[in-house]
């Protein structure tokens, strides 16, 4: 795949993610799409926290440094998977 087939995929699949309310996935998976979109986006977590830091925000860097492994092309590939399978189900 080259990769602006991947980066078109991904796009689609974000769109189509915008489309999915919040109350329709469980927790885990929105964990999840919150970390592949950015590790795709942005790269690895910078650990730096502001005076605003939140419990939520802590579950989401949790799941954002679980996948800072991935480079941003293996997170949108992982990203693609989750929303083609919510679709299909």
Sequence with gaps: MTKKDLDTLFLEAVAKAADM??????????????????????GTVDL??????????AFKTNAWMQISHLSPDEAKECYIEIIDSLIKS
């Design 21 to 42: 309310t919040q109350a329709s996935l469980p927790q885990d998976v929105q964990l999840r799409l919150y970390a592949f979109y950015k590790q795709a986006t942005y």
């Design 48 to 57: 730096r926290q502001n005076s605003s830091y939140h419990l939520r925000d």
